[in-house]
């Protein structure tokens, strides 16, 4: 089983960006699609961006633009560069493994989670 440690959260101010790394160990990411998602307090865990083993990728809406996700498959890592932060981005971010070969905005799809990293953006 792949074990996932996220890193790279803190705080920051509105308009500001922050690179957060998803890091595996345990297995290599071969074909796995890797997510990101987040969660702020008393809310959902919300699709942000998922990546599939070739570096198709799939954003949420609201981040398109802002965010760009990639993967260094030779460091078995995946990243979340985050640009033009804004307060609604505050929350804690995951990331997840997705078995399949396609990129999901479905929780259910995705069956490793790391830990999470906090990422406030103050205004």
């Known amino acids: 089983q792949v074990h996932l440690v996220e890193s790279g959260g803190g705080l920051v101010q509105t308009g500001g960006s922050l690179r957060l790394s998803c890091a595996a160990s345990?297995?290599?990411?071969?074909?796995?699609?890797l997510g990101w998602f987040r969660q702020a307090p008393g809310k959902e865990r919300d699709f942000v961006a998922a990546?599939?083993?070739?570096?198709?990728?799939l954003y949420e809406d609201s981040v398109k633009g802002r965010f760009t996700i990639s993967r260094d498959n030779a460091k078995n890592t995946v990243y979340l560069q985050m640009n033009r932060l804004k307060p609604e981005d505050t929350a804690m971010y995951y990331c997840?493994?997705?078995?399949?070969?396609?990129?999901?905005?479905?929780?259910?799809?995705?069956?490793?989670w790391g830990q999470g990293t906090q990422v406030t953006v103050s205004s």
């Open positions: 997840a493994t997705q078995p399949g070969r396609w990129a999901s905005r479905e929780r259910v799809d995705y069956d490793n």
């Open positions: 345990g297995r290599t990411l071969g074909w796995s699609a």
């Open positions: 990546i599939t083993w070739n570096s198709n990728t």
